[in-house]
């Protein structure tokens, strides 16, 4: 009955490496955000979707795509791993103003 | 870009001791929400505020919005180890929401 679920939990990989995380939802929203949250525990909007289509952008390199096949998903690509891009990344929905988190994918880069 | 502060960013206390964490914008708010997240999980909605001079409890914690829009707070009574966590409060910003920095709390039994 996960509401938000995310996968892989966690990912370890070499710099220069491409790797995507997955992200769903069953609560029926119509949008959609990926967040970073660093090693002090900041947290900080990268993408937000409303029914697959992008609507916010949040300077981030774009070696980060994100990618929604329908709006009970959307899934982060990243390319080219760097050391800075270790972080957790928490996907979430909204239908309001209550959002609704992932477990989180805790990404480390070496 | 709009900043959202929290203070302190760390707090220990003891078990039953109070606690207060304190969030302050530089511009007028529409909303502010707070949400709690334990280590190793994940943010989790507590509450939204809404009206200047707003006054919410849950329990032991009370969330209030100052008259101004501006800040806000949230005060935990009779802290237990269960209120261990960071709590973040969340701003509004045209569709986006901003987090504040955050207040790690650690309660010692």
């Known amino acids: 009955d996960t509401a938000v679920s995310q996968t892989p939990k966690y990912l370890v990989t070499q710099m220069g490496n491409d790797k995507s995380i997955k992200c769903e939802q069953n609560l029926g929203h119509d949008t959609m955000y990926w967040y970073k949250q660093d090693s002090k525990k900041f947290l900080k909007i990268m993408f937000s979707?409303?029914?697959?289509?992008?609507?916010i952008n949040e300077t981030v390199p774009n070696r980060f795509s994100p990618k929604s096949p329908d709006k009970a998903h959307l899934n982060l690509h990243i390319n080219s791993l760097e050391l800075g891009d270790s972080a957790v990344y928490f996907c979430?929905?909204?239908?309001?103003?209550?959002?609704?988190f992932g477990p989180g994918t805790r990404l480390t880069v070496l | 870009g709009q900043q959202v502060m929290q203070i302190p960013q760390y707090q220990h206390v003891q078990e039953g001791e109070d606690f207060t964490t304190y969030c302050n914008s530089s511009t007028t708010l529409s909303n502010i929400q707070w949400y709690k997240q334990r280590p190793g999980g994940h943010p989790v909605f507590l509450i939204q505020?809404?009206?200047?001079?707003e006054v919410k409890k849950q329990k032991r914690l009370t969330f209030q919005f100052g008259e101004a829009k501006k800040n806000s707070s949230l005060h935990i009574t009779a802290t237990q180890t269960t209120d261990v966590g960071t709590y973040f409060c969340?701003?509004?910003?045209?569709?986006?929401?901003?987090f504040g920095t955050g207040t790690r709390l650690q309660v010692f039994p």
């Open positions: 979430a929905s909204s239908q309001a103003n209550e959002q609704f």
């Open positions: 505020l809404v009206k200047s001079g």
């Open positions: 969340a701003v509004t910003n045209t569709d986006k929401l901003i």
């Open positions: 979707y409303n029914n697959k289509e992008l609507i």
